[in-house]
């Protein structure tokens, strides 16, 4: 399209899209919810929602349970691996599996009790409400594998009151940021502790944190550029696209919105060395100059070597930092909090290599959870933006194989006042059916998370003296493998550089002295 209609690919299509997306993202029902009779309740249980939805959508059931919301399980189509939350390691609790009643808290559905079994393909356990209640009082609870509470209950040392379904059920409407936040903004077991990009100062964000979702700019919804095609997400950090050949997404594309070229192109810039940049350099990398921007802090570093101190009388030690964070908890460890962060800058061609429970790791160097594919002479890889997340994990010395924490779930080996380590990791590796040597190591870890979010107004983008620069301070002052202007040097370029700039002075001067002369001699003549 570029190169037969420029004006159209670079100017009207993306200004078209700016407005037609989030008009179409906020697009009004052409039903009215609360006035259907079955949606009038009473309820006793979630699932009796879903039910009475599916009266009319009677697809969208099936429709989740093929989606990665309901299984959690994905095929990697670079590596062949398979993948998911029951599977993959993370640097943060490790795994579902021996915890499920927290960790499945956030599945699309009800009652996943054994993250070792696909949760059962019931329609009526498929979560409705988590995702299209506008009504902001539904909400699932931390301890019940999925559900909502359906009768008062003590928590924290307050009574908690039911959500009222038929409410909920009678405000549905296409998913906010809310929504789609309630579990993704919390990953890693609170607001901002795992992406660092997403978090609550996203829901209502203004327009220096993000541009796309701040009222007063594209106010877009998360589903905006996430499309669901019968309910099945776009873009994964499973399966990143680096580097979107398509472009423009047009109507008769794939309606895959999940990259930033789907709406701005490639060539998105007014100046033409700017566009030189884009084949190399991923839009996220200039355009969210620091994650973690909206106030909220993001977890940098978790060491599970530390867990299990306890005080003179035998209590178990928490501290909290001067900014109120846990920075230490006897179950846990260590914890440390980052605000405006910087990313770390890797070349990524979406391709990356997971670790899963039961690999085979090395522990005679840092263990790389998920290893990023792509160096400078691949033209599929771009330079793109990370959080790094660092961890100190538990793993079987003799094995060689990281092993299960056990952290949520009341029972004689987990914590609960009486702390012992080594049960709860055996108490984890029991569960899970997984082989355990009876020994327990720790080794330093890292992670790394795509930063996609919280993209800054264009006057705060990166400049070009923040990359083009020497010394440690340059944005990519450690990205091997390309040579970059300003950063670099060559000496055999830099000589003969220096000696083409001395030798142009040379030239001006003696130009300047020849003029003098001859000026001189023509006055006198």
Request: charged residues 25%; proline residues 6%; aromatic residues 8%.
């Amino acid at each position: 399209m570029r190169r037969f209609f420029p004006l159209v690919g670079r100017w009207l299509l993306p200004l078209a899209l700016a407005i037609w997306l989030p008009g179409l993202a906020q697009a009004s029902s052409t039903a009215d919810h609360s006035k259907f009779e079955s949606l009038k309740g009473p309820f006793t249980s979630a699932p009796e929602v879903t039910k009475a939805c599916l009266a009319c959508h009677t697809e969208a059931s099936h429709q989740v349970m093929k989606s990665i919301h309901w299984t959690w399980d994905f095929t990697n189509p670079d590596t062949g691996k398979r993948l998911g939350k029951p599977r993959t390691m993370n640097s943060f609790c490790g795994s579902p599996l021996s915890n499920e009643p927290r960790c499945t808290s956030c599945h699309a559905g009800y009652g996943w009790t054994d993250a070792r079994q696909q949760p059962e393909p019931v329609q009526e356990n498929v979560d409705c409400l988590v995702c299209h209640d506008r009504s902001g009082g539904y909400k699932k609870v931390a301890t019940d594998a999925g559900h909502p509470l359906y009768e008062p209950r003590m928590m924290g040392g307050k009574s908690v009151m039911p959500p009222d379904l038929a409410k909920a059920a009678q405000s549905v409407a296409d998913p906010g940021r809310d929504n789609c936040g309630a579990c993704h903004f919390n990953g890693g077991g609170g607001d901002g502790v795992k992406h660092g990009d997403l978090d609550t100062s996203l829901v209502k964000p203004s327009r220096k944190l993000d541009v796309h979702m701040a009222a007063d700019g594209a106010n877009m919804t998360c589903a905006t550029c996430h499309t669901f095609n019968d309910h099945i997400p776009s873009g994964s950090r499973y399966d990143t696209t680096a580097k979107d050949p398509h472009g423009l997404d047009l109507p008769k594309d794939d309606h895959n919105r999940a990259t930033c070229e789907s709406c701005h192109g490639d060539t998105p810039h007014q100046q033409a060395k700017l566009n030189d940049h884009t084949d190399r350099v991923a839009c996220q990398t200039c355009h969210i100059p620091e994650f973690a921007r909206g106030g909220v802090a993001t977890k940098t570093l978790w060491d599970w070597s530390t867990a299990g101190r306890k005080d003179a009388d035998g209590k178990a030690v928490f501290i909290k930092d001067d900014h109120g964070h846990l920075s230490y908890s006897a179950e846990k460890g260590d914890f440390q909090y980052g605000e405006n962060v910087r990313p770390a800058y890797y070349w990524y061609n979406g391709v990356t290599e997971q670790v899963n429970i039961g690999d085979k790791i090395d522990d005679s160097t840092i263990l790389r959870l998920n290893t990023l594919h792509g160096d400078a002479k691949d033209p599929k890889a771009r330079i793109w933006p990370f959080k790094e997340m660092r961890g100190k994990q538990p793993y079987d010395p003799e094995l060689k194989t990281l092993v299960v924490n056990h952290v949520f779930g009341q029972d004689d080996s987990a914590f609960w006042g009486n702390y012992d380590y080594a049960k709860s990791i055996k108490f984890g590796m029991d569960y899970a059916g997984l082989p355990w040597s009876g020994k327990v190591g720790f080794i330093e870890t890292r992670m790394t998370w795509p930063i996609t979010h919280m993209v800054a107004p264009k006057e705060d983008a990166l400049k070009c003296g923040q990359c083009h620069t020497r010394g440690e301070d340059g944005r990519l002052a450690q990205l091997p493998g390309f040579y970059m202007p300003g950063r670099d040097s060559i000496r055999w370029l830099d000589i003969l550089g220096y000696l083409a700039l001395g030798g142009a002075l040379a030239g001006v001067l003696l130009h300047g002295l020849a003029r003098i002369v001859m000026n001189r001699k023509t006055r006198h003549d």
